[in-house]
């Protein structure tokens, strides 16, 4: 398989199938393009998500298998479960995105660097502000202190990454976001490839060709547009959550 090369002045045309993508590195699809409006919307549609170094042109994946997760599946550890009953948070839905988007870009203990550079910014920002990016958080004094952001495309929700300042912050925002995405009628959230942190809140991989059945048949529905706000009374993870116990 040879990797497909798209035109920096390219917006709208598709990317090849998924299955076309490398086996190693696991998923790499594309490389080139652009970050506007209509070449990541297509992307999205297609399971396919742009992430690629400071130093790199930009790269485009769609690993296999994919780590998912299903709203009503949510998990939460007795630890976290402890958090969520003390309410310790002020929790917001779209009041600052791209504050969340630089906080997830800002260094990290266990990181050298970040994926999440200017140009992404200002791109997820156009997308936030066309009414398909979102963020979700956690604040404590009137202090932003964790949280997460990500796409919508109909009933699907594509994460793309998360911060935490404070112990639970980022879990706690997420497992309220679920169970409101839950209450919404969304069907699915994309957790993109696996790792422990996501593990732990429930997600599970499956075949990528399962996750873009769950596309063609969840994200073309209704779009969900404009800011978006909390129910109130704020919906509760607890009443939709598997208990587990602590890793």
């Known amino acids: 398989m040879t990797l497909h090369f798209i035109h920096p002045d390219d917006d709208d045309s598709p990317f090849p199938r998924p299955s076309h993508a490398l086996r190693e590195p696991d998923g790499l699809l594309a490389l080139g393009g652009n970050l506007s409006p209509t070449r990541l919307l297509i992307a999205y549609r297609q399971g396919v998500f742009p992430w690629f170094g400071e130093d790199q042109p930009i790269l485009w994946w769609s690993p296999d298998p994919r780590t998912v997760f299903f709203p009503e599946q949510l998990r939460i550890t007795r630890s976290l479960r402890k958090t969520l009953r003390r309410k310790p948070f002020e929790l917001r839905l779209d009041t600052a995105f791209e504050q969340v988007m630089r906080a997830c870009a800002a260094p990290r203990k266990d990181h050298m660097g970040t994926w999440i550079s200017e140009d992404m910014i200002q ?125």
């Open 123 to 247: 791109a997820y920002v156009t997308l936030h502000q066309l009414g398909f990016a979102h963020s979700a958080e956690a604040w404590l004094d009137g202090e932003l202190v964790g949280g997460l952001y990500s796409v919508a495309l109909g009933r699907v929700f594509f994460g793309e990454s998360m911060f935490s300042r404070v112990t639970d912050a980022s879990k706690v925002a997420f497992s309220h976001f679920a169970a409101q995405l839950n209450v919404w009628g969304f069907k699915l959230i994309d957790g993109q490839v696996h790792n422990p942190h996501l593990n732990r809140l429930g997600a599970i991989e499956i075949p990528r060709e399962a996750f873009l059945a769950y596309l063609d048949q969840y994200a073309d529905d209704e779009q969900r547009h404009g800011s978006w706000r909390f129910d109130t009374p704020l919906p509760n993870p607890l009443a939709i959550a598997h208990s587990d116990s602590d890793n």
